[in-house]
């Protein structure tokens, strides 16, 4: 079963960037949604981007058009870069993966997640 690890998460100051990755092992899937959730304390799951084997992107609008998502060549590991971050990003960021998926418009769920990685953006 696939396993997804992220990293990169940490407190910067509003306006701030960070860069998330998740490297994926243990699986390996010939059409995918690869992509981040995020769910902040008290808040519901919240998709914020995803992006598919054949390189087809979606954002919440939220975030669109302060961060980018992006895969290596190895299709292995994912970024999330966040730009111009702000306090209401503050949450816990998860990379998710799906089998059989395809970007169409909204952020998809995942059938597969990671435990996540903590950004804290600071007013």
């Known amino acids: 079963q696939v396993q997804l690890a992220e990293s990169g998460g940490g407190s910067v100051q509003a306006g701030g960037s960070l860069r998330l990755s998740c490297t994926a092992s243990?699986?390996?899937?010939?059409?995918?949604?690869m992509g981040w959730f995020r769910q902040a304390p008290g808040k519901e799951r919240e998709g914020v981007a995803a992006?598919?084997?054949?390189?087809?992107?979606t954002y919440a609008d939220f975030v669109r058009p302060r961060f980018t998502i992006s895969e290596d060549n190895d299709k292995n590991t994912l970024h999330l870069q966040m730009n111009s971050l702000r306090s209401e990003d503050t949450a816990m960021y998860h990379c998710?993966?799906?089998?059989?998926?395809?970007?169409?418009?909204?952020?998809?769920?995942?059938?597969?997640w990671g435990s996540g990685t903590q950004v804290t953006v600071s007013s």
């Open positions: 998710g993966v799906s089998p059989g998926c395809m970007v169409v418009s909204k952020v998809p769920s995942f059938s597969h």
């Open positions: 243990g699986g390996t899937y010939v059409s995918y949604c």
């Open positions: 992006i598919d084997n054949l390189g087809r992107t």
